[in-house]
């Protein structure tokens, strides 16, 4: 797309070719069919409009140096996409049906593959909602899986810049047993307002602890949390949070670099005793934070202006994977034609 200008390109949506949308219907997944519509046809009842129905994924397709378009991962999305399904009561998606899906949506929109070295990449945005009519709290009887695709620039303006975090124990993103492991609209509109307000005090995104007792983190608001301590990378163990596939691949790599890896409870206070810290996930791989401010105890903690030297080389690592520029030995991409 001779028209776009790759290199200052945001996070957010933009128009490509064609999407991919699958129906369910009387107990069964239909064929993948193509459309150039932005639109849906939906009844005014559906089940994604007023129980929030609705499940979505975040993936990554980029170019390489030698002109192939690698996806990230797509196998692991496929299940977490499952595992969202069973905790709202949708029809699992079959794997290959995902994967056929992303494969054939990336396909055709090979001109919005941002071209290698560009640091933009083709986002992948799986969706699916329950499209029946129920009026009465309920699952619906049928179903429609989406996916579309938009090139995107870095999550944070900042980049691999650090940026800020903020604690703010006012607001939960999600109950103790409910579902934060789980990638589902309504934990994500039960963080507007806290994202709003982090925004606005200059933060990137919010440092949320357990609902529970607030004596451990939990994530940041679109990312998981890690740090680094003593060449150990640390990062929470909990029920509530989502597991996120940069952090998976994050703690292999960690690894294989030498470093031990602990995933464990996180208490608040620990926070004094890291070296490095930050967020990651699909959108920013990571974001390297640089202070964390306590806002209920007027409280910060500082980790420098730089990237920390762990953090950065995890980075390198993974995008070189991504790329393409090292060896995959993990078995982490695959290439779409
Ligand atoms: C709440 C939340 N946590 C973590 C992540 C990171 O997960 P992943 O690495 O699979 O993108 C995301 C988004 O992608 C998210 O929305």
Same mark, same amino acid.
């Given at each position: 797309?001779?028209?776009?200008?790759?290199?200052?390109?945001?996070?957010?949506?933009?128009?490509?070719?064609?999407?991919?949308?699958?129906?369910?219907?009387?107990?069964?997944?239909?064929?993948?069919?193509?459309?150039?519509?932005?639109?849906?046809?939906?009844?005014?009842?559906?089940?994604?409009?007023?129980?929030?129905?609705?499940?979505?994924?975040?993936?990554?397709?980029?170019?390489?140096?030698?002109?192939?378009?690698?996806?990230?991962?797509?196998?692991?999305?496929?299940?977490?996409?499952?595992?969202?399904?069973?905790?709202?009561?949708?029809?699992?998606?079959?794997?290959?049906?995902?994967?056929?899906?992303?494969?054939?949506?990336?396909?055709?929109?090979? /001109?919005?593959?941002?071209?290698?070295?560009?640091?933009?990449?083709? @986002? !992948?945005? *799986? %969706?699916?909602?329950?499209?029946? #009519?129920?009026?009465?709290?309920?699952?619906?009887?049928?179903?429609?899986?989406?996916?579309?695709?938009?090139?995107?620039?870095?999550?944070?303006?900042?980049?691999f810049?650090p940026?800020?975090?903020?604690?703010?124990?006012?607001?939960?993103?999600?109950?103790?047993?409910?579902?934060?492991?789980?990638?589902?609209?309504?934990?994500?509109?039960?963080?507007?307002?806290?994202?709003?307000?982090?925004?606005?005090?200059?933060?990137?995104?919010?440092?949320?602890?357990?609902?529970?007792?607030?004596?451990?983190?939990?994530?940041? /608001?679109?990312?998981?949390?890690?740090?680094i301590?003593?060449?150990? @990378? !640390?990062? *929470? %163990?909990?029920?509530?949070?989502? #597991?996120?596939?940069?952090?998976?691949?994050?703690?292999?790599?960690?690894?294989?670099l030498?470093?031990?890896?602990?995933?464990?409870?996180?208490?608040?206070?620990?926070?004094?005793?890291?070296?490095e810290?930050g967020?990651?996930?699909?959108?920013?791989v990571i974001?390297p934070?640089?202070?964390?401010?306590?806002?209920?105890?007027?409280?910060?903690?500082?980790?420098?202006?730089e990237p920390g030297a762990w953090s950065v080389k995890l980075y390198q690592k993974l995008q070189?994977?991504?790329?393409?520029?090292?060896?995959?030995?993990? /078995?982490?991409?695959?290439?779409?034609?």
């Open positions: 797309m001779e028209n776009i200008d790759w290199k200052s390109l945001g996070f957010g949506y933009c128009k490509t070719n064609l999407n991919v949308r699958c129906a369910y219907k009387d107990g069964k997944w239909g064929s993948l069919e193509l459309s150039d519509s932005e639109y849906l046809n939906l009844h005014i009842a559906a089940t994604c409009l007023h129980y929030g129905q609705e499940a979505f994924e975040g993936l990554k397709a980029f170019r390489g140096k030698d002109g192939k378009i690698r996806v990230f991962r797509m196998d692991e999305n496929a299940k977490r996409l499952q595992s969202s399904c069973d905790g709202i009561l949708m029809p699992q998606l079959p794997t290959g049906l995902f994967t056929e899906a992303v494969r054939m949506v990336v396909s055709k929109n090979q /001109g919005y593959v941002p071209p290698y070295g560009s640091g933009a990449s083709l @986002y !992948i945005r *799986p %969706l699916l909602i329950g499209t029946g #009519p129920q009026i009465g709290v309920k699952a619906a009887t049928e179903y429609l899986f989406m996916v579309f695709v938009m090139p995107v620039g870095p999550y944070f303006p900042e980049g810049q940026t800020d975090l903020i604690v703010l124990r006012r607001f939960d993103r999600v109950a103790p047993q409910g579902t934060g492991r789980y990638k589902i609209g309504g934990n994500y509109a039960a963080s507007l307002i806290a994202g709003k307000k982090a925004k606005a005090g200059g933060f990137s995104a919010v440092l949320y602890l357990d609902s529970k007792e607030k004596k451990y983190i939990d994530e940041c /608001g679109p990312a998981n949390f890690f740090a301590k003593e060449n150990t @990378y !640390i990062t *929470p %163990l909990s029920d509530s949070i989502l #597991p996120s596939i940069t952090n998976m691949s994050l703690m292999q790599l960690a690894e294989s030498g470093m031990k890896v602990e995933r464990r409870k996180v208490p608040l206070e620990e926070l004094a005793s890291f070296e810290v967020a990651c996930g699909t959108a920013a974001s934070v640089k202070r964390i401010y306590d806002a209920d105890l007027e409280k910060e903690y500082l980790y420098g202006n070189a994977i991504q790329n393409g520029d090292e060896p995959d030995p993990y /078995g982490w991409t695959q290439v779409v034609e």
